[in-house]
């Protein structure tokens, strides 16, 4: 065999084995599809006090009543910046976990929301990460409050007290949002899936190439 | 005839090089493709009407330029006489280069929606068949007419640097000048007719004008395979508009409006290259 017949029987060879590896690759992303995750969030933000929020439909619980498991993955929320994602089958009983297609059917964002939380009440002095809740508010509510009297006549400047009770009214309860949802697009297996379907592309394209100038 | 070229023209890097990049392109927009709350069926639907939105601008530019010099650059570098000295005739030569071209482009359009097609399976675990078999149909027809279009171009001209003016200038007046807000054909129509002719006002007529383009007639043969809330809105209707619009400007029409740009521009181009002096 001359030195050129062989050459192009390597590059054929080459082709061949990187289409092949390109097309296992382009499918092998479908045979391990991402496994749902539960996501457990405390951004969700309430200043209403409990007999407001369960007239709205949301489902308020105490803080003590929670299993250990609940408590834990709300307290590791709370300490992770408002995030915590666990697998499925490691959440808690007590959270509700809808998938992505249950929520899409409600055409309502608050029904949606509230499908999707429960309302912690924090016990006071709990030994607890500080509430993400909009505490800030407490004095813009407590001003509303004062304002507005009967028929708005009365006015009146809230005093630090009270816009501290309404601060402890706010961090008191604690909305928690919890679904069942596809890992971060960034995490570990959508990129892990990502690099193995451009690797396939690349190897299909190289390869193609390569047996191309072969025949 | 269509062999050779074919042949010729997989070797070339730079093809494969663009295939393999608009592969991975899609590949991409497969995956990460996300719509909000949705179904996985539904997502993958709307993955796929992304998909139409930039083959409606991409895949005119890949056909004009896999085709745009077939024939011009054999004419421009004496090839053609070659082609021609061994028992081709001209249409054996213009077939050739037309069915070859068409393969490569509908190889990249197949490519293309493997790869997107892999990557929203991959990540919504679903395909909807009927629709990805549809949408490609449709897309096979729409680069197909491209390809006829730069063929025709390239039989009709005898240098490179006509070629490329001609290519661009299909590009302008079929696509941009469709899709281009402010300067659109649409708009064209209106002003000649109301304007121009001081006639009364007629939505139809505007919308039958700008139907003859292929890119019109892709957007709204595609609608004919995406459910109902997911149809793009291709015609411009009155506000008080109601019932269905005229039968000229149903999703059906694309076909035969596909099938004028598939035939007319080959036989005009066919007629130009048979009568054209070679030497």
């Known amino acids: 065999m001359s030195p050129e017949l062989g050459s192009l029987t390597r590059r054929s060879k080459i082709g061949a084995v990187l289409v092949a590896l390109g097309i296992a690759l382009l499918i092998v992303p479908s045979l391990a599809p991402v496994q749902p995750v539960l996501y457990h969030e405390t951004n969700t933000g309430t200043t209403e006090n409990e007999t407001m929020l369960e007239r709205q439909g949301y489902t308020v619980v105490e803080y003590e009543e929670l299993s250990p498991r609940a408590q834990g993955l709300y307290r590791t929320a709370l300490r992770n910046d408002g995030h915590n994602t666990v697998r499925v089958g490691q959440g808690a009983e007590a959270f509700p976990y809808p998938s992505e297609s249950e929520l899409a059917e409600y055409e309502d964002y608050q029904q949606r929301e509230i499908a999707s939380s429960i309302v912690i009440e924090r016990p006071e002095n709990a030994d607890l990460p500080p509430a993400d809740e909009p505490l800030r508010a407490a004095e813009y509510r407590a001003r509303d409050e004062s304002e507005g009297g009967e028929n708005g006549e009365t006015r009146t400047t809230p005093s630090e007290a009270e816009i501290e009770q309404l601060r402890q009214q706010i961090a008191t309860y604690d909305v928690i949002n919890t679904r069942t949802g596809e890992p971060p697009l960034g995490g570990t297996q959508h990129l892990l899936r990502m690099a193995a379907l451009l690797v396939g592309v690349v190897g299909v394209g190289t390869g193609g190439y390569l047996l191309s100038t072969h025949s | ?279």
Request: proline share 3%; hydrophobic share 55%; with cysteine.
């Open chain 2, 1 to 279: 005839m269509a062999k050779k070229d074919f042949r010729g023209a997989r070797r070339s890097r730079s093809l494969w090089a663009v295939a393999t990049l608009l592969g991975l392109v899609t590949a991409l927009i497969g995956y990460s493709y996300e719509a909000y709350q949705a179904t996985p069926t539904t997502s993958v639907q709307r993955m796929f009407s992304q998909l139409v939105l930039l083959l409606m601008l991409l895949l005119p530019i890949v056909a004009l330029v896999a085709s745009y010099m077939s024939i011009a650059g054999e004419r421009e570098s004496g090839g053609v006489k070659f082609l021609l000295s061994v028992p081709n005739t001209r249409r054996d030569v213009f077939v050739g280069k037309f069915v070859s071209r068409l393969g490569i482009v509908c190889a990249g359009v197949v490519f293309m929606f493997v790869t997107a097609a892999a990557g929203g399976y991959a990540r919504n675990g679903t395909l909807p068949l009927t629709l990805v078999a549809g949408l490609l149909a449709m897309t096979l027809l729409y680069g197909s007419v491209f390809v006829s279009i730069a063929i025709a171009v390239s039989s009709a001209v005898a240098a490179r640097s006509r070629a490329i003016a001609a290519a661009v200038g299909s590009y302008f007046v079929l696509v941009l000048l469709f899709v281009v807000p402010g300067l659109s054909v649409f708009m064209i129509a209106q002003w000649v007719h109301r304007t121009l002719l001081g006639m009364e006002a007629n939505l139809d007529l505007y919308n039958a004008v700008t139907y003859v383009s292929p890119l019109t007639a892709y957007r709204k043969g595609t609608n004919m395979f995406f459910p109902d809330e997911m149809e793009q809105r291709v015609f411009q209707r009155a506000a008080d508009a109601s019932g269905d619009l005229p039968v000229y400007l149903s999703e059906e029409v694309s076909l035969l409006v596909f099938a004028v740009w598939l035939v007319v521009p080959l036989a005009v181009g066919y007629l130009r290259f048979r009568g054209a002096d070679l030497q």
